[in-house]
């Protein structure tokens, strides 16, 4: 996830990056064809982020990826930078379960987000959830269940 020019660029050169996509978010919005939207959420300071994912059909490769949120400075910036880079690299499943926490911090700049760790991180921990409920739901489809008996077993109507 983190490249070798990243992981050595300065502290203020990352924070004009960081502020960049918090005032000029990239991929922000609905994706009214995402296969799932997951919310998630700090309680604790009021960041809340739903990473919205489509996948290609026939593939365990991510197509999109959009996000909506508010929150602080930090939180959405890391929203907008992850959605960037999965956008750009199209992971498969399997690639987003392996993004590491330490990874997204490093990337976002340690020195930043030392404090703020559950702000630099909520985007990730929601994309993997995302990416969870999407593979359970194709589990349960295999298994013969309808996309509307899977809602129902939810709760979600």
């Known amino acids: 996830m983190v490249t070798g020019s990243e992981s050595s660029v300065d502290s203020e050169t990352r924070l004009a990056w960081l502020l960049d996509h918090a005032q000029h978010p990239r991929h922000k919005g609905a994706l009214p ?7 998630g959420g700090n309680p604790g300071c009021g960041d809340v982020v739903t990473m919205h994912v489509r996948v290609e059909p026939g593939t365990d490769r ?5 996000f909506e949120g508010s929150g602080c400075t930090l939180s959405q910036a ?3 930078i992850l959605a960037e880079r999965v956008n750009r690299e199209r992971p498969t499943l399997e690639e987003v379960r392996g993004y590491t926490y330490e990874e997204m911090t490093a990337l976002l700049g340690d020195d930043l ?3 703020r760790p559950r702000c630099a991180t909520l985007a990730l921990s929601t994309l993997k959830a995302a990416v969870q409920r999407l593979t359970m739901d194709r589990q349960l489809m295999a298994a013969g269940h309808s996309a509307e008996r ?4 939810r709760g979600e109507g």
């Open 33 to 39: 064809e995402a296969d799932v939207r997951m919310p």
């Open 62 to 66: 991510v197509a999109a990826l959009t």
């Open 78 to 80: 890391a929203a907008s």
């Open 113 to 115: 987000v030392k404090a």
């Open 150 to 153: 899977i809602r129902a077993l």
